[in-house]
């Protein structure tokens, strides 16, 4: 509820300040706004919105919050502007104030909203200059390496990183979506060596090999670097030669790079996901002078041989502090130390780096340590801008529905695109048997296409609705079906609403031919209006599941209204007020779902 949210905010500041006139200095002496933390009502019988803000500032300002509570309501109570958007206002609770809002002003928000293609979602703005921020975010995911398959960690990566971006995207921010794919280090010259042995002319001819035989020479390689001293070497020499630019080398890596780039091409395309590549090898130049830099800032510490930066607060086994070794003794650097180099590289103003001012990783959880010990070390050496923020975003393991890794029948890791292949034919078969009870006949563009919408809708979204910090059990038969919190489910929704509108005609929404008086329309009127809040949550704690869990909610609360009331055969003015609902809804869905990377359905 935006425009008028944020009106009933600036009132609750204003009765704040005029209740406890010392919040303002506390205020400047803390830098932290005077917030009422106004939210939804966690229930409806509490009325519509909630201030939690009596309770955290009972410490501040050092009296019981219901006391608060009663000065911020006692001076509520004598603004008249107030009380023509609000019903009297109750104290709940420890120190709770209720809102509820005056149904006018409900059908109001719903009107402003069906002509606002934003839906009343705000456009970010910087508090400070009250204009959006220039400085862009970067979403750092996807990330696969070259010469392996992507697998569905990178999948899980890559559907939530997008979604992420596009939330923000939709905010207003400048998003730079960076894929920082490993094509950089040991596992090259390795490559290149086996190659150089089994299939020269890989080397120096594009589309010698395919990405399956490369993935192959690949783990035979990994297997002779561990057992066999002289390919060891052979390799390092080759990984030296690479770094050091030698024209044969390069043109190798060159050439496998660009096979899996077109591998990695194809399965973004079917996912519609766009994305910079800006591999490891881009941070390849700035390597040494994060080195240099550590070691002039004292944080580096010679063990072994090895120049390593031991961890403040983050213990080993034994105890003892934790290293993170950012140069080998033999010379060579590590996935930590390209990270460092991209970490300032992106707070950098430019044109030396990106500027950014917040830097999201979208790995999985098992690298959580990996990338709090690279923040660690980047906050010590000063490189994170003060106000700026980085941070990971972990998520949890893909499950077979044993509870177990996923895998294929035959024990080995499921490839992506075998996966989005199953779910495409897996949704066309129960296309086409839903198409034979319902007695239709479509051809079979139509098939192809609805198939492969909800295929990988439903992919995407049984990603996306689970909390992603917990593992998730991989289910094409749950994540397809009909019923529950799927994207079949939301799609058909949509497709349901679709068709009454079209049969519905034009849709008058001004405010005096809107009017209501079921409680299933002021249900579904205060779910729709709740849309807003729930992006902003969304953007902060960067949790899409959020956005899934209210479209589900959104098309529940539609079926009630639509399996209880009339719409079609509603009298005439009623009849357009239920169809402006209709509307809404459609366009909140669609939004919704846009958000989260997946595309809806006219007619399914
Ligand atoms: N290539 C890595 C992997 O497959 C992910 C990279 C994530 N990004 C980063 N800046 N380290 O696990």
């Known amino acids: 509820m935006l425009n008028l949210t944020q009106t009933l905010k600036k009132h609750l500041e204003d009765a704040l300040e005029q209740a406890f006139p010392e919040i303002v200095a506390i205020a400047k002496v803390t830098g932290f706004p005077v917030d009422p933390q106004l939210v939804s009502a966690s229930k409806p019988e509490f009325g519509d919105l909630q201030v939690n803000g009596a309770l955290s500032l009972a410490k501040t300002l050092k009296k019981p919050p219901r006391l608060i509570a009663c000065e911020i309501v006692k001076q509520l109570k004598q603004n008249q502007d107030f009380l023509s958007l609000c019903k009297s206002p109750e104290i709940a609770g420890p120190g709770f104030i209720n809102l509820t809002i005056q149904p006018q002003c409900l059908v109001e ?160 395309e079917r996912l519609d996901i766009k994305l910079t590549e800006r591999g490891e090898s881009f941070y390849n130049p700035y390597l040494e002078k994060v080195i240099v830099d550590l070691d002039s800032s004292g944080l580096l510490v010679v063990d072994d041989g090895a120049k390593c930066i031991f961890l403040e607060d983050i213990k080993g086994k034994n105890g003892q502090p934790l290293p993170v070794i950012v140069q080998k003794s033999d010379g060579g650097f590590n996935y930590a130390t390209t990270d460092l180099a991209a970490i300032r590289y992106r707070f950098n103003k430019p044109p030396n780096g990106d500027g950014a001012c917040r830097v999201i990783y979208v790995t999985d959880a098992g690298q959580a340590n990996h990338f709090a010990a690279v923040f660690q070390i980047a906050k010590r050496a000063n490189w994170i801008p003060t106000g700026a923020q980085i941070e990971h975003v972990p998520f949890g393991l893909v499950q077979g529905e044993d509870g177990k890794k996923l895998k294929t029948r035959s024990g080995e890791t499921v490839r ?189």
């Not at 001819?205 to 297997?223: E, M, P």
């Not at 005609?505 to 779910?527: A, K, M």
């Open 109 to 268: 928000e719903i009107r402003q909203r069906l002509k606002d293609e934003r839906l009343g979602v705000p456009l970010f703005k910087n508090c400070a200059k009250n204009q959006p921020s220039a400085e862009p975010i970067i979403i750092d995911f996807s990330s696969p390496n070259i010469a392996k398959e992507m697998h569905v960690g990178h999948l899980r990566s890559t559907i939530i990183g997008d979604s992420i971006a596009r939330i923000l995207e939709f905010r207003g921010h400048s998003v730079l979506r960076l894929n920082h794919i490993g094509d950089w280090g040991t596992q090259f010259g390795m490559l290149i060596t086996q190659l150089k042995e089994e299939a020269p002319q890989a080397l120096k001819q594009a589309n010698v090999v395919n990405i399956g035989d490369l993935v192959t020479f690949y783990r035979k390689s990994k297997k002779r670097f561990d057992e066999d001293e002289e390919f060891q070497m052979a390799s390092r020499q080759e990984v030296v030669k690479l770094q050091n630019g030698d024209p044969i080398a390069k043109q190798a890596w060159e050439l496998l790079c660009e096979q899996s780039r077109k591998e990695f091409q194809k399965i973004y």
């Open 416 to 604: 992506l695109r075998d996966l989005l292949d199953e779910a495409v034919i897996k949704a066309k078969a129960n296309l086409r048997s839903r198409l034979q009870e319902e007695n239709r006949k479509e051809d079979e563009v139509f098939i192809d296409h609805v198939a492969t919408t909800i295929g990988i809708a439903a992919v995407k979204y049984a990603d996306l609705s689970q909390n992603r910090v917990s593992n998730y059990q991989f289910s094409f038969e749950k994540m397809l079906a009909l019923q529950g919190n799927t994207a079949p489910y939301l799609l058909y929704a949509l497709v349901r609403i679709a068709g009454i509108i079209r049969k519905g005609g034009d849709i008058n929404i001004e405010l005096n031919e809107l009017q209501f008086t079921e409680s299933q329309e002021w249900n579904l009127i205060r779910e729709l209006l709740k849309l807003d809040e729930v992006i902003v949550e969304v953007e902060e704690e960067l949790l899409p599941n959020r956005l899934c869990s209210y479209l589900f909610e959104v098309s529940q609360v539609f079926n009630r209204f639509y399996e209880q009331l009339p719409i079609l055969k509603a009298e005439s003015q009623y009849k357009n007020c239920r169809l402006a609902l209709c509307l809404l809804t459609a366009e909140t869905l669609k939004l919704g779902m846009n958000l989260l990377g997946i595309p809806t359905l006219e007619r399914m």
